[in-house]
């Protein structure tokens, strides 16, 4: 049963070594980016009621096919002018990169040949293309980034919440920034991976977190230079997209940040089921006055938590755990939970917490919501019918498990930076320094062997573990990096004391 459990491919071994293949034409990543094109395929075929029927309601909900891409097209003027974001009384609610990408879409599909037939279909399926594209980069991007694990980043191909959900709204881009901006990071290059942490910023907010993941690395190394450097990229990539239009047409630049700061409990958050489980007992409702306090306040606790664990702890966190927290904590405590916000945690959880048990049960649950929230909105939708509606009920109890099992893959997580050598990634990692599980009263918690017998019976030169990861392959310069933190110094010296 041991040689099952790793992926159901048995243990990793010397074959598996990055950048060694066979002489077959199906390399890792060229299947990989296979599975990825046929779910694709398989998410277009979903969408085909509305791709034939159109995407009114209420028939968009009972068919799940519902996109932003097709609403906005025509509620946001797109249709009569493509740069309709960038309008004087532009009303798009979403950041600037984003406008961008939405308006370039508009052009292109007008240029399509049927377009005059069925124009948003044809803008649906130009931005579809631009997705499916995204989307085979992030597994591309995320393979590499897994390390010797590539395979990880299957669970990006085929995951269930991205063929159901990539296709509702732009997110994808953010999410492929991120992606590649993290690998870069890993690849010891911060300035460059903060220019796409700065453009994913500028698409989503989202990705903005890292930084908050990578203070965590830089507090307990005292290593400030690749963090103020990601960090500084960050910024001038934000700016260079931002700047232009704050200084042309303010008023539609802060549309989004208006937009998100007085909006009221948004779709499927704990604010808004709290809301509709009130309005069913006749309890107090909570006001959108008074909700930026409690979601920011909120996230700021989960923050302040995750900081406390990822300083505080015995191992030094990988940066990919540390990212999956602090996004998870957002998406828990966010104002709204859009159905596509599970895109935003695929890749981090393939890289995070690479089990397939957990992976599959957080989907499965996901999915259910993802159903879940249709048949709420078509309970209002003009044209449904009482036979076709679900009660409020199962629609709450949906958030509820939807938020049950991202905690669970948060908690798995944490486990996995108590006990690293339950972390199926350091496990993997042909460095110099090997996570097993320590012996009984071992005082380390750790054990170490010889990076020359680990390279010998990889079949690597010696010399080549210089330049392999250690400890985390998406570290960079925190990866095997020394704690420096004083609390940190003296915990690891009365370890060693113990253990001597």
Sequence with gaps: ??????????????HTVPGRTGGSFFTPLRVMILLTTLSAVVAVLLKTPCRLGGWGQPEVY?????????????????????????????GFEYPVLMSVVASIAAVVSGMLPFSDLNPTLAYWDVNFLLTA???????????????????DAVMVAVAPGIILAGSVNWDLWAVALLAVGMWLFGGR?????????????????????ILGALLILAVRSRRWAPFLWATLGTVIAWL??????????????????????????????????????M????????????LSLLAYGAFFLACAAIFALGVGCRYRPRLAQLTFLVVAAFVLCNKVYSPQFVVWLVPLAALAVPRWRDFLIWQFVEVLHFWAIWMYLAKGASGSEVQHSMDDTFYVLAILGHMAATLYLMG?????????????????LPGGRIWTRPAAGAGSGRGLEAAAARMEHLGFDATEAERLPVDDPLGGHYDDAPDRAPWLVRRHREAARTAW
């Design 189 to 209: 290059r911060p300035l460059l991976a903060g220019l796409f942490f700065g453009l994913g910023a500028a698409m989503k907010l989202y990705p903005l977190l």
């Design 412 to 428: 798995r997580v944490v486990e996995q930076m108590l006990a690293p050598w339950d972390d199926p990634v350091r496990a993997s």
């Design 1 to 14: 049963m041991r040689r099952l459990r790793e992926g159901l491919g048995g243990p990793v071994g010397r």
């Design 279 to 290: 309005g069913r007992i006749g309890g107090p409702e909570i006001r959108a006055e008074d």
């Design 133 to 151: 594209v995204l989307w085979i980069v992030t597994v591309v991007v995320t393979a590499r980034s897994a390390g010797r694990r590539p395979w």
């Design 240 to 277: 260079a997209v931002n700047l232009p239009m704050m200084i042309g047409n303010l008023a539609a630049w802060s549309v989004f940040f208006t937009f998100s700061g007085e909006r009221g409990p948004g779709l499927s958050s704990v604010w808004h089921a709290w809301n509709v489980t």
């Design 62 to 90: 009972y068919a799940g096919c519902y996109s932003d891409w097709a609403a906005l097209y025509g509620g946001r003027g797109f249709a009569e002018d493509p740069f309709a974001p960038f309008a004087a009384g532009a």
